[in-house]
């Protein structure tokens, strides 16, 4: 079990950046061990992959939604990943949910709460 | 990309009904499909990976089969607690992609 927690969200308006935050407990020992996914839910709608960075930071991929205005990084030492959106448009609302997997493909078995995020002049 | 397609987006069921759910993928996917449970206003819980295995904890009314382009979620003896939207995910190529979701009512 991990337990992760997504936090930075709010209301943004077009063409500005946000920077979400996905942060494991001090507890977690084995943070460093998990790919780390954000996946986001527009309000009434399904899951949509958005990108994912792999344990150690060498590696990372981005939904083509995306591509281009995303930055994802992570920060083992703080057990925070982080996912930096720039340009935002309104169709980037939506919550945001970071998830832990064991490899970058593969099953995301542990979710964080989701983060709301507002894209709104 | 994959698509992934599930059907019905929607059912209403009886309390005790055995409930199916597809899964269907426009590639080969062998079988690196996970299904999820998503109640209102919370966040997805997987339930259950590689096609068929469960979480730990996940009640064994639960089945999942299936591989490469077809899957199916079958729910044996359907409990009040089983409402909400249940997803199909495919991770065996990228981008990562889910289906549209089922939304299973009581």
């Known amino acids: 079990q991990v337990n992760l927690m997504d936090s930075g969200g709010g209301v943004v308006q077009p063409g500005r950046s946000l920077t979400l935050s996905c942060t494991a407990s001090k507890s977690e020992i084995f943070f460093s061990n998990y790919g780390i996914h954000w996946v986001r839910q527009a309000p009434g709608k399904g899951l949509e992959w958005v990108a994912v960075?792999?344990?150690?930071?060498?590696?990372?991929y981005y939904a083509d939604s995306v591509k281009g205005r995303i930055i994802i990084s992570r920060d083992n030492s703080k057990k925070t990943v982080l996912l930096q959106l720039n340009n935002v448009r309104p169709e980037d609302t939506a919550i945001y949910y970071c998830a832990a997997s064991d490899t970058t493909l593969d099953a995301l078995d542990f979710w964080g709460q989701g983060t709301a995020v507002t894209v709104s002049s | 990309d994959t698509r992934m397609t599930q059907s019905p987006s929607s059912l209403s069921a009886s309390v005790g009904d055995r409930v199916t759910i597809t899964c269907r993928a426009s590639q080969d996917m062998g079988d690196s499909l996970a299904w999820f449970q998503q109640k209102p206003g919370k966040a997805p819980k997987s339930l259950m990976y590689s096609a068929s295995a469960l979480q730990d904890g996940v009640p064994s009314r639960f089945r999942g089969s299936g591989s490469g382009t077809e899957f199916t979620l079958t729910i044996t003896g359907l409990q009040p607690e089983d409402v909400g939207t249940y997803y199909c995910?495919?991770?065996?190529?990228?981008?990562?992609?889910f289906g549209g979701g089922t939304r299973v009512e009581i």
């Open positions: 995910q495919q991770y065996h190529r990228y981008p990562l992609s």
């Open positions: 960075i792999s344990y150690d930071a060498t590696d990372h």
